[in-house]
């Protein structure tokens, strides 16, 4: 019997990816959901500027949950998919009310710098199980948003 699963990952490497990758999937979908607020309810002098580029950002946001949870299906495990649960795992906590656009731009640093931080997390584990996917797929993610951050900083002066 063979210790690997069907893309030739060691199973205990592949479960160990899969609980990060769940705990990954939690803080994207919290994070979208705050994303999605700052959407609705930014007020203030940019507030056309922002609710267009908030649209951008959870539309994005949600397209990783897709390829997030395809991935732990790929590795042979299930993704969460309860909010209780992505209450539970998620580092991004619910940002209710926030409506002033300064402080929405904030949320989104901080909600991209800790995705970040799980993604290295992950990319390590990633390498350490010669898994290319997973490593690839975080490693686009953090380059995207590194430089994301740098614009969101870059307008808050």
């Known amino acids: 019997m063979s ?6 990952l060691h199973e205990g490497s592949a479960s160990d ?12 979908q919290l994070f979208y959901m705050n994303v999605r607020g700052y959407h609705w309810n930014v007020k203030g002098p940019n507030f056309f500027e922002l609710h267009e580029k ?16 395809e991935r732990i299906l790929t590795l042979g495990h299930k993704p969460v998919h309860a909010y ?4 539970e795992l998620a580092r991004i906590k619910e940002d ?3 409506n ?32 290319e996917g997973t490593a690839s797929q975080v490693g686009d993610y953090i380059r995207e948003q ?12």
Do not use: H, P
């Open 3 to 8: 210790n690997t699963n069907a893309i030739g």
């Open 100 to 131: 002033d656009g300064e402080a929405c731009v904030r949320g989104v640093v901080t909600g991209f710098q800790t995705l970040i931080e799980l993604q290295r997390e992950i990319l390590s584990v990633a390498s350490d199980a010669d898994d």
């Open 84 to 87: 209780s649960d992505y209450i």
């Open 146 to 157: 590194e430089k994301t951050i740098w614009m969101l900083n870059a307008w808050l002066g």
């Open 17 to 28: 990816l899969a609980t990060k990758l769940n705990e990954l999937l939690a803080n994207y």
């Open 54 to 69: 908030f649209e951008e950002f959870y539309t994005d946001l949600l397209l990783k949950v897709d390829e997030v949870a």
């Open 96 to 98: 209710k009310d926030t």
